[in-house]
């Protein structure tokens, strides 16, 4: 099915663009202002880990030539002694590490805190740019925070631009620097950024190297918080693998470029972006900016009082049309996760299917009466280089057609065959995905795949096999209600796991509730819909074919409109934490 899928949405904050400074020269004008009304004055650039600080140090140098420019890093911990401090954390694993307990103080050097701190030369401006800024400076006259998704930190990675909090490892492979980064510096750049985001000056988007645009700190609290009365959509990125596909390129229409699509991220605040419409100017800053400053407006109290300022609820499609299988693969169970790396919940997941073609099917559990032993040298066998390993022996194989919804809590043995397009509905933390088996084949980077067979076989359940599966994890669709032009169907997700799937079936508006909980929906059947405030709380919201949208739970109610009438009902998925879970 084609599409009219928007790959760049935004909310509309203002529709002056001058509320927006475009440019370094712009924006240099303004931090002159800023000087010109103090005879000296301390001004933090804030940067979270991978700005290119390199580009914003010149434009203050030029802008204010007899200010003293400091940079943090010269104040940090030599990279040796970081290394040290945090091999707990990131361990030897080439894939996996432990959230990570430490603050951003603890990578400074406190002997030069102290030093900075007492050497304040008299009359002189200052301008402080870098990670931990504020920790060096006791008080500031402006905060600029320099911010950017981590969407695009990863493509500076894989470009071996930026390099890790305090070190200089610009040569590393990206997937440390990613973990690292996972692990460790996002952790203590976002808890202080929760401190700052209420108190910044002005708020630095500096996604696209040489286009900088600045807001100020009021303007963009305001688009927080302007965001949490009204359905929106974080702007998705796509990224090819492996066993990438063909659809979501004609579907999404995307750029001809790489030899696939396997993944989109379209609704992973901690990953994407939200874009902001000043006019024709467009600002970007992570989701997870949303996330951190209007938790309760956006989650609901419930969903908060559980998960924090966490977005626990995970969008992605998965793409294998003319592709291959995914790996094998298992997630862990929650003791485990709790246990090996600190996280309090783990990766339940499903399959939601979007497409498929006639010969699509899902690996899903373990076949009735296996030898568990047989299976687990096998693997062995396999990841040392020898024989294939026999998937079909071990594991179930499950038709799969458009529309089917497959359920695979943790510690389910599962994987999406070729000529399936997956729209993947789970909970958030995507990065622990056990691989079992991948097939034999190299990752794009020509290099194989990293296999966690320790870690799977600890965490597959041995007793979910066929008939199990059948009864537990398969289309367990259930109606809710109906009425005129609308039904509404229970799809999952699993007992075990704590998000809820209604489908929605209708031809006419219907009408839903947030219920004080944030919901996560995609267009799953239908060209285009229309959401709207029944009470005219926000403007009309238009969303096309396999678009998610959030509704953050402060909306309330919401009604449903397909923009084209007709007999051919159109459908969506919506997603929410059970609160009795």
Not at 467 to 495: A, S, Y
């Amino acid at each position: 099915m084609s599409s009219a899928y928007d790959k760049y949405p935004y909310v509309l904050i203002s529709s002056d663009a001058r509320d927006c400074r475009a440019g370094w020269e712009s924006i240099a004008s303004l931090i002159r202002g800023v000087h010109a009304r103090r005879e000296r004055a301390t001004i933090c650039v804030e940067c979270y880990p991978g700005v290119y600080e390199d580009e914003i140090e010149p434009v203050f140098r030029s802008s204010l030539p007899q200010a003293e420019i400091v940079r943090t890093r010269d104040y940090f911990k030599p990279p040796a002694q970081i290394e040290s401090m945090l091999a707990r954390d990131v361990t030897e694993d080439p894939v996996f590490g432990r959230l990570t307990r430490l603050e951003l103080v603890d990578f400074f050097r406190p002997e030069a805190i102290a030093q900075f701190k007492a050497s304040s030369p008299p009359g002189q401006t200052r301008v402080l740019i870098g990670a931990g800024t504020v920790l060096l400076a006791d008080t500031w006259d402006f905060l600029v925070y320099a911010d950017l998704p981590r969407w695009e930190i990863q493509q500076r990675q894989r470009r071996g631009e930026i390099s890790n909090l305090g070190l200089n490892n610009f040569d590393a492979p990206a997937a440390e620097k990613y973990k690292r980064a996972f692990f460790v510096d996002w952790r203590v750049a976002d808890h202080l950024k929760t401190q700052l985001l209420p108190k910044i000056d002005a708020l630095l988007d500096t996604t696209k190297r040489g286009e900088p645009k600045m807001i100020s700190g009021d303007l963009f609290r305001q688009a927080l918080r302007k965001t949490t009365t009204r359905p929106f959509r974080v702007q998705p990125f796509f990224d090819p693998g492996p066993w990438g596909g063909q659809w979501m390129r004609a579907t999404c229409d995307l750029p001809d470029g790489p030899t696939n699509y396997a993944w989109c991220f379209d609704c992973v605040p901690e990953e994407n972006s939200l874009v902001f419409g000043f006019g024709n100017e467009r600002v970007e800053v992570p989701a997870i900016d949303l996330v951190l400053s209007h938790p309760r407006e956006l989650l609901g109290d419930a969903v908060h009082a559980r998960f924090g300022r966490e977005f626990p609820i995970r969008f992605d499609f998965l793409d294998t049309m003319q592709g291959g299988n995914l790996s094998l693969q298992v997630h862990p169970l929650t003791e485990y996760i709790q246990n090996e790396f600190g996280m309090h919940y783990t990766q339940d997941e499903s399959y939601y299917l979007l497409d498929a073609a006639q010969n699509a099917c899902v690996y899903l559990g373990l076949k009735e009466d296996l030898d568990r032993d047989g299976m687990i040298n096998d693997l062995r066998t396999a990841q040392a280089g020898g024989q294939h390993f026999p998937a079909d022996k071990y594991t179930n194989q499950w038709a799969a057609k458009r529309h089917d919804h497959f359920l695979i809590p943790a510690g389910t043995i599962h994987c999406s065959g070729r000529n399936s397009m997956v729209l993947e509905i789970s909970a958030t933390p995507y990065i622990f995905t056990f691989k079992l088996w991948d097939w034999g084949r190299l990752g794009l980077d020509g290099r194989p795949r990293p296999i966690h067979l320790e870690h799977g076989v600890s965490n597959i359940q041995w007793d979910r096999t066929t008939e199990w599966v059948r009864r537990e994890l398969i289309n367990r669709v259930q109606i809710i209600g109906e009425g005129d032009g609308w039904r509404e169907e229970r799809t999952g997700l699993h007992d075990r796991e704590f998000i809820e799937t209604r489908r929605h079936w209708f031809t006419k508006a219907v009408v839903h509730n947030t219920a004080g909980l944030v919901n996560v929906l995609n267009l799953v059947e239908g060209s285009e819909a229309i959401v709207e405030s029944p009470a005219g709380k926000f403007d009309p919201f238009t969303v096309h074919f396999a678009e998610t949208f959030i509704v953050p739970a402060a909306v309330g109610e919401y009604r449903i409109t397909p923009a084209v009438h007709n007999s051919k009902p159109f459908a969506t998925i919506k997603a929410f934490v059970r609160t009795n879970a």
